[in-house]
Nanobody, 121 residues
Framework: QVELVESGGGSVQAGGFLRLSCAAS????????MGWFRQAPGKEREGVAA???????FYTDSVKGRFTISKGVSQNTVYLQMNSLKSEDTAMYYC???????????????WGQGTQVTVSS
């Protein structure tokens, strides 16, 4: 079982920034994809950003130009740098991983517990 541990959430003013981190436990899985999803109260979970084994990034339109996803040298750590935060970015952010493919769809194999991001304005 792959364990994903997130950190870096918090409360910031609009226009501020946060960096989220996600670390995957040691497993026999070669994770093809790691990424971030978010869910606001009363709304469905949506894909925010993902990065594949070749370091190709994917972003949802609403965060392009503001968020950057990257991996650490260990290849089992992923970061999400969030700049120019807006109130609409407020959500629980979940790290996710998959061993087969990479996109922003919801069908991911492994999920973290989530870290809260709150943006006030």
């Amino acid at each position: 079982q792959v364990e994903l541990v997130e950190s870096g959430g918090g409360s910031v003013q609009a226009g501020g920034f946060l960096r989220l981190s996600c670390a995957a436990s040691e497993t026999d899985y070669n994770l093809f994809c790691m990424g971030w999803f978010r869910q606001a109260p009363g709304k469905e979970r949506e894909g925010v950003a993902a990065i594949d084994i070749r370091d190709r990034p994917f972003y949802t339109d609403s965060v392009k130009g503001r968020f950057t996803i990257s991996k650490g040298v260990s290849q089992n750590t992923v970061y999400l740098q969030m700049n120019s935060l807006k109130s609409e970015d407020t959500a629980m952010y979940y790290c996710a991983a998959d061993s087969r493919s990479c996109d922003l769809g919801p069908s991911k194999t492994f999920w973290g517990q989530g870290t809260q991001v709150t943006v006030s304005s």
